[in-house]
């Protein structure tokens, strides 16, 4: 018995995270197949690109009770019974620009599926819009983090400003006995780490763990591209792409961890799958930033050690930065596009023409666009100038032309040019397609700020179910 003893003693504890989502609109399927078989204790979400912000904003400026993701009800609706079932929690950074909003929403799913006992906790402070003037004033500089251009080129412009944050907040927020965590902008991998610093108790300074918790969120935060999905290997070999499993990450208190997925999904996980996914928006290696940590993955080893199974080991980690990284979005003016086909022959010919006739055009009316853009879909819409002329003529082109004007009624001009041309240009122009209503556009403005003065106004709120309604 005394052996018995020792020998479950030295067990190492172990905690498992599942991937929910990669972006804004990606399917719940795969989530809804981890919570079932996966055998986590964790479901991890991350809806949030820049684009997205920009996306949420735009939602909000039509509905001021807007500006978190749409989807956040289905998803609810899909996992809340397996949070009660087997006690799952749920990390979302679902909340974009009002994560106050989707707090809201959420209690709301859980009433209507009748759960009375259930805890869900909003963190806030990640908005600094309303601050941009006090951090001018104890001067720091919020010119552009790239370009070095002054923020008073935007700042009159300005619709929304958002603080990277980490995981912190997010374990405070487990700590308070969470179910449902709900943020606004956090790094990609915040809600894959929280988990583990909340289970392990890891201290600020154990770089090197901290680091793997950071590289394993990077590794499941992009749906199924650990699994699979987007795989330029011999990806025609996978089998079951149309049910594709999302990654699964069993960690280990010493900083190694496995990553698979469920074993009846599609997919495929092997070291090829799970290394594009390690280089994937990795600018340096070396120094992978996060307000968490700074990762060194120049060491890291995988492994293949099973069936879809890889492990991963020799991450390390440096003192986290003492800055913060702030995205902010601006009235950039607007767009109008227009789409058009061409056949064969000489479909590239006639759509060139096109482009310039639509050109003389717009000097001889006067139209005044900050940027006129042409692509070519067919032959060089993703390649640009890497491009190049085929031997063979193209069955087909299509010529996708956008504006960027400073009003919507200068953008409304744009499409109007086309029409005529399709008795008055080139042979076999085919009928329009495309948006060719004017939208407005966000630019996009990044700085670095004192982390401090946006942890010092963190706040966490954390309601049960049973309180309200």
Not at 366 to 391: I, K, M, Q
């Amino acid at each position: 018995m005394k052996n018995h003893r020792k020998e479950t003693d030295t067990v190492m504890k172990k905690v498992r995270i599942g991937a929910a989502q990669g972006f804004y609109g990606d399917t719940i399927e795969p989530a809804v197949a981890t919570a079932k078989k996966g055998d986590v204790q964790y479901i991890c979400f991350d809806a949030l690109a820049e684009l997205t912000m920009a996306i949420l904003k735009k939602d909000q400026m039509k509905n001021e009770k807007a500006g978190y993701t749409k989807d956040i009800s289905l998803q609810m609706k899909a996992l809340l019974p397996y949070v009660r079932e087997k006690g799952i929690k749920l990390l979302t950074n679902a909340g974009g620009i009002n994560p106050e909003g989707a707090q809201q929403e959420i209690i709301r799913v859980a009433e209507e599926l009748g759960m009375d006992d259930l805890k869900v906790a909003v963190v806030t402070g990640d908005n600094v819009l309303h601050r941009i003037d006090e951090f001018q004033d104890r001067g720091i500089s919020l010119n552009h983090l790239e370009t070095d251009q002054p923020i008073e080129t935007v700042k009159d412009k300005l619709v929304f400003a958002n603080a990277y944050i980490g995981a912190r907040p997010i374990v405070k927020a487990l700590e308070s006995g969470a179910d449902i965590v709900v943020t606004g902008r956090t790094t990609d991998t915040a809600q894959f780490l929280a988990p583990l610093i909340h289970e392990f108790g890891w201290g600020e300074e154990e770089w090197d763990r901290l680091a793997s918790g950071v590289f394993m969120g990077h590794l499941l935060e992009c749906s199924a591209q650990s699994t699979g999905g987007n795989f330029s290997g011999n990806w025609w070999e996978i089998e079951g792409f149309d049910r594709i499993g999302y990654p699964i990450a069993e960690f280990s208190e010493n900083g190694d961890f496995t990553v698979s997925k469920v074993e009846d999904r599609g997919g495929l996980v092997t070291v090829d799958t799970v290394k594009e996914q390690m280089l994937y928006e990795i600018h340096d290696p070396a120094n992978y930033i996060t307000p968490d940590v700074v990762v060194d993955i120049t060491n890291v080893q995988l492994e293949n050690t099973g069936p879809n199974k890889v492990k991963v080991t020799g991450t390390r980690g440096k003192p986290r930065p003492e800055t913060l990284k702030v995205v902010m979005g601006y009235e950039n003016g607007y767009t109008g596009q227009v789409m058009v086909g061409f056949s064969w022959p000489d479909p590239l010919k006639k759509a060139r023409k096109v482009d310039e006739i639509i050109r003389k055009q717009i000097k001889q009316r006067g139209l005044d666009y900050d940027e006129v853009r042409t692509d070519f879909v067919g032959y060089n819409s993703l390649h640009g100038p890497l491009a190049h002329e085929y031997e063979e003529d193209l069955n087909e082109i299509y010529l996708r032309m956008a504006v960027r004007a400073k009003t919507k009624k200068e953008a409304a001009k744009f499409s109007r040019l086309f029409p005529p041309l399709a008795l008055n240009g080139p042979p076999t122009m085919s009928g329009f397609t495309g948006n060719t209503a004017p939208r407005a556009l966000i630019g996009m403005w990044s700085a670095l700020i004192p982390r401090e003065l946006v942890e010092d106004h963190i706040q966490i709120k954390n309601v049960e179910v049973s309180a309200i309604g």
